[in-house]
């Protein structure tokens, strides 16, 4: 294998990361929707992290191996408009991404907050749609940029 594919691979796999991330997400969305008690979000937060960490990792790697590509293979440069329109794309889903992860953690500091927090205001916050709404965006965004990776247009 060149190098190029070892690149390429890293490339997908790291949006592969990305996309376990935001499936993650979307199961934890519906699993606090559901959750009667504050303390049943704090126990949330461990898989949050793993989550966190997969969607750093995966859109890191996806932009870094991205580029790298960009400049590497023959036929492509970082100014087409396709690649352009994703690096774009991907720094948009990840605006998004950190906003809904921002909108949950201020509902889990509220949760942890010393004698349980206001467990009404925890719950309602967390069946809002706010939360929701803002992932649902995320994954929009990112659809947009797998479609770009496949149809190349302009290219």
Do not use: C
Not at 5 to 33: D, E, K, N, T
Not at 75 to 100: C, F, H, K, S
């Amino acid at each position: 294998m060149s190098l190029d594919q070892w690149i390429l691979a890293l490339h997908v796999l790291s949006a592969f990361a990305l996309v376990a991330a935001l499936v993650l997400f979307w199961v934890m969305i519906v699993a606090v929707r559901r959750t009667n008690t504050a303390e049943a979000t704090i126990r949330m937060a461990p898989v949050a992290k793993i989550g966190n960490a997969a969607a750093g990792i995966g859109g890191i790697g996806t932009i870094v191996f991205g580029i790298w590509l960009a400049f590497s293979v023959g036929g492509y440069d970082i100014w087409d408009g396709w690649i352009i329109a994703a690096i774009v794309l991907l720094i948009a889903t990840g605006g998004v991404g950190q906003r809904t992860g921002a909108y949950y953690m201020d509902v889990q500091k509220l949760a942890e907050e010393p004698g349980g927090g206001n467990e009404a205001e925890v719950l309602a916050r967390l069946r809002a749609p706010t939360g929701a709404v803002l992932h649902f965006a995320t994954v929009a965004l990112f659809v947009l940029i797998v479609l770009d990776m496949i149809y190349k247009p302009g290219a």
